[in-house]
C-alpha cells in the first residue's frame, strides 16, 4: 500500500479520538456545579486544580488492594527464593504458597473471609475428584449460581460475615477467580503425575498463589506447574532491572489514567444517563472511546503488575491487554484483552465441545462459550447483550472468513480486485463490524440504558454522522491490519 494512503490513516484515526474526547471534555460542564451527594468526586491533586472522578469504585478498591499486595509480595519472593536455593523439593514450595497467602488472607479479611476463601477449593476438590468431567462441569456451573447469591450488596452473607463493602467486593471477587482456577485444575489430564496429599498440595498452592489470588491474571493449572517444574534460576541484573522499569512503566499508568480523571468524568456520567442522551455525537463517540480505554488503562495496570510479580517467581503469567485502538476484529479482542481467560475457554469448552460434535461443532462450542461468560459475569441484561452481540460478531466474522477462503471468491477477486483494493474491500466491511464491537462493549463498561443509548444514536442519527463515522473506523481497521502485518513480519524475522 502506498506509504502516504499509510501516513494518512495513521493520522486520522488518532484525530478522531483526540477530536472526539476533546468534545466529550467541553460537554462535561454539567458537572461543574454539581452538587455531589453519592461521592463520585474529590477535590483532586492540588497543582491542577479541578475535581477527581472517583466513582469506580473497582478501580479505587483495586488500588488500595495493590498497595498492600505488593509490599506483602516481596517477603512472598524472598522467602520463595530461599526455599529454591536451599531445597528442590516443590511440595515445600507448594506449602510456603499456601502460607503466605493465608497470612495475607487473614490480615485483609480476617479469620472468616481466610476461611471462606480457603474452603472453596477444598470443597471442590473432595467433591469433584472422583466426578466425571461432565458431573464435574454441572458442579462448578451450580457453584457459580451459589458465588453470585453471596455477590449480592448487603445481603445476608455480607451481613454475617460483617464485612464493609470493600472487603465483600474483593472477597466474592477472589472467589470468582478461585472458581476458574478450581476449574482448570479439575480439567486438566496433568492430575496423574501426583497421587494424595501432593496432588491435594499442589492444587492448594495453585489456587491461592498470591500474586494472582485477587485480581489474575488466570494461569492454568499445566501452565503453573510447568513453571515450578523448571530448573531453578538465580536472580540476576537484568531480572531485577525488567521488574523495576515495569513497576515504574505501570505506575506511570496509574497515575496518568488518575490525571485524566481530573478532566474526562468517564465514570460519573455513566450515572447521568439524561446527561448521556443530550450528548452531540462527536461527544458521544469521545465518551464511548474513553470508557473503553479506561477500561483498558485499569487491566493493563491490574495484570501488568500482577504478571510482573509472577516473573519473580519464574512462573509465566499471560501478557497485558493489547490497546483496543489497534483491534478491528471480534476474535482478536477476545484473544488478545485476557489472554489467560481465552485460553481458559479454548482448553476446557471450545476444543472438548467442537470435537464431540460433528455437525455444528463451532456453533455450538462458541455458543457454549458465551454461555459461560453470562454465567460467570453474572447474569444481567446488560452483560446477556453484550455476549449476545459478541457471539454475533463472532458468527458473522467466521462466515467472511468461510467466505474469503472459498474457490469461487479467490477467482472473482483475483479477477476484478488488486490485493491492496482486496484490503481496501476488507475494510470497508469490516467497518460496521468494529461499531457492532464497541457498542456491546458499551452495554459492559455503561450497563443498558448507556448502551441502549449509542444504538438509538446510530439507528436514529443522520446518515451523514453515521457515514463519518464509519470513514473513521475504516482507518482504525487499515492502522490494525498494518500494525498486525508489521507484528507477523517481526516474529518470522
Not at 324 to 337: T, V
Not at 363 to 370: E, G, K, Q, R
Request: charged share 15%; with cysteine; glycine share 4%.
Amino acid at each position: 500500500m502506498n506509504k502516504y494512503e499509510n501516513y494518512l490513516y495513521f493520522l486520522a484515526w488518532p484525530c478522531a479520538i483526540i477530536y472526539s474526547a476533546y468534545q466529550f471534555y467541553s460537554s462535561s460542564d454539567y458537572f461543574d456545579n454539581y452538587y455531589d451527594t453519592y461521592g463520585d468526586f474529590d477535590s483532586g491533586w492540588t497543582w491542577i486544580k479541578r475535581k477527581r472522578d472517583i466513582s469506580d469504585q473497582e478501580w479505587r478498591i483495586w488500588l488500595t488492594l495493590l498497595s498492600r499486595l505488593v509490599p506483602c509480595t516481596f517477603i512472598h519472593h524472598f522467602v520463595s527464593q530461599i526455599t529454591k536455593i536451599n531445597n528442590n523439593n516443590n511440595m515445600i514450595l507448594c506449602c510456603w504458597y499456601i502460607l503466605a497467602s493465608a497470612m495475607f488472607l487473614y490480615y485483609y479479611l480476617g479469620i472468616l473471609g481466610f476461611l471462606c476463601i480457603l474452603i472453596q477449593p477444598i470443597f471442590l476438590h473432595i467433591l469433584t475428584s472422583i466426578c466425571s468431567k461432565s458431573t464435574a462441569w454441572f458442579i462448578h456451573v451450580l457453584f457459580l449460581f451459589v458465588i453470585h447469591v453471596l455477590k449480592i450488596p448487603d445481603g445476608a452473607f455480607q451481613s454475617w460475615l460483617e464485612f464493609n463493602d470493600e472487603q465483600h467486593f474483593i472477597l466474592t471477587l477472589t472467589m470468582c477467580w478461585m472458581h476458574l482456577r478450581s476449574i482448570s485444575y479439575n480439567m486438566d489430564s496433568i492430575d496423574g503425575q501426583l497421587s494424595g496429599i501432593n496432588r491435594f498440595i499442589q492444587r492448594l498452592a495453585y489456587c491461592l498463589y498470591l500474586p494472582t489470588l485477587f485480581l489474575g491474571p488466570l494461569i492454568l493449572y499445566h501452565e503453573f506447574v510447568d513453571s515450578i517444574n523448571q530448573p531453578y534460576r538465580y536472580w540476576n541484573y537484568k531480572k531485577l532491572q525488567t521488574f523495576v522499569l515495569n513497576l515504574i512503566r505501570y505506575m506511570f499508568w496509574i497515575y496518568f489514567t488518575e490525571l485524566l480523571l481530573h478532566f474526562l468524568y468517564i465514570n460519573a456520567i455513566q450515572y447521568h444517563p439524561q446527561i448521556v442522551q443530550n450528548l452531540n455525537s462527536w461527544a458521544l463517540y469521545g465518551l464511548g472511546y474513553c470508557m473503553g480505554q479506561f477500561f483498558l488503562n485499569k487491566y493493563v495496570v491490574i495484570y501488568g503488575i500482577c504478571g510482573s510479580l509472577c516473573a519473580l517467581d519464574d512462573i509465566k503469567a499471560p501478557p497485558q491487554p493489547k490497546c483496543i485502538g489497534r483491534i478491528h476484529l471480534y476474535s482478536d479482542m477476545w484473544k488478545h484483552f485476557d489472554r489467560g481467560f481465552y485460553k481458559f475457554l479454548v482448553r476446557y469448552i471450545y476444543l472438548p465441545i467442537q470435537r464431540s460434535h460433528v455437525y455444528f461443532g463451532k456453533l455450538f462450542a462458541s455458543f457454549s462459550c458465551f454461555t459461560f461468560v453470562i454465567i460467570w459475569h453474572g447474569i444481567q441484561m446488560n452483560i446477556f447483550i453484550w455476549s449476545l452481540l459478541n457471539f454475533l460478531g463472532i458468527i458473522i466474522e467466521s462466515i467472511g472468513v468461510s467466505i474469503g477462503k472459498s474457490t469461487k471468491y479467490r477467482k472473482l477477486q483475483n479477477m476484478y480486485l488488486s490485493s491492496v483494493n482486496t484490503r481496501r474491500f476488507h475494510c470497508m466491511l469490516a467497518s460496521p463490524l468494529l461499531a457492532m464491537s464497541a457498542i456491546s462493549n458499551f452495554y459492559f463498561f455503561g450497563g443498558q440504558e448507556i448502551g441502549n443509548i449509542f444504538i438509538h444514536n446510530i439507528l436514529h442519527g443522520s446518515w451523514e454522522v453515521l457515514l463519518v463515522l464509519l470513514s473513521f473506523l475504516y482507518c482504525c481497521c487499515q492502522l490494525s491490519i498494518h500494525i498486525k502485518n508489521w507484528e507477523l513480519k517481526r516474529i518470522k524475522e
